[in-house]
């Protein structure tokens, strides 16, 4: 059947812009999140360009809170470099998920899609990708531009308060990233077939307890790697 999408594709412009309103649920968290850190970096003795650096060219929230406390700590630039590679690590089991959406554009269009990619987005895009949609480049560049500009900027405003916030925590700025999550998961979930609902549930079960077994020996971030592996495992081979 033809609708007035297909004989009137949207435009690049309109892409991005939708890309732009989409993105807008999460801003709430990117602003809570970037503006705590901010003010932990502050209280680091970071300036407010270093600071800005950090989240221009690290852009990890988790990480960067982390090379902060490594800062604090001296620890030597290698720790703190192969430190951060570790916490991130997820990305590539992002990227390898929204990779074959963009398969049909360049190298370089999926490097910067892939290099802006976060946790934020990634859950915006999964569940566009659950809902079946098509996704284009240009709407991707506009939810992960919007997100990263976000970030900067929340972050350098953070940094700005911190000369007078010392502890960050007293404002529940960091329950902020929590909420989102749970706000991008019951999305997911809306967008769901309902005979699907109960194995993606039961996957989602097998993670906390991986995790929960995991992290009695592994750091938090190594045991998250793991456990989604061998829960999408599970999920793929039970839908089989």
């Known amino acids: 059947m033809i609708n007035e999408t ?18 807008v649920p999460t801003l709430l968290g990117y602003i809570g999140i970037g503006g705590a ?3 932990v970096g502050s209280a680091s003795n970071l300036s407010i360009l270093e600071i800005m650096l950090l989240s221009i060219f690290v852009y990890a929230g988790s990480a960067q809170f982390i090379i902060c406390a490594l800062l604090v700590a001296h620890t030597p630039l290698s720790v703190v470099i192969f430190t951060t590679f570790i916490v991130n690590l997820r990305h590539f089991l992002m990227g390898l998920t929204v990779a074959p959406a963009f398969k049909s554009y360049s190298i370089w269009r999926n490097i910067g899609i892939g290099t802006l990619l976060t946790d934020e987005t990634f859950g915006v895009a999964s569940t566009k990708l659950m809902g079946q949609q ?23 405003v953070g940094a700005c308060l911190g000369q007078w916030i010392s502890n960050p ?15 991008l998961l019951i999305l997911q979930l809306q967008q769901v077939a309902s005979s699907k609902l109960k194995p993606m549930l039961f996957v989602v079960g097998y993670t906390i307890i991986f995790m929960f077994i995991l992290m009695l020996f592994l750091p938090s971030h190594l045991a998250v790697i793991i456990a989604t592996i061998l829960a999408a495992t599970i999920g793929v081979l039970t839908e089989r």
Do not use: H
Request: hydrophobic share 55%; with cysteine; aromatic share 14%.
């Open 169 to 183: 925590e007293i404002l529940g700025l960091d329950f902020a990233l929590i909420a989102m999550f749970v706000a």
């Open 134 to 156: 098509r996704m284009q480049a240009s709407w991707m560049d506009g939810l992960n531009i919007t997100a990263y500009l976000c970030w900067i900027i929340s972050s350098v």
């Open 37 to 39: 850190f901010g003010i």
């Open 6 to 23: 297909t004989l009137n594709p949207p435009s690049e412009k309109q892409l991005f812009w939708q890309g732009v309103k989409d993105c």
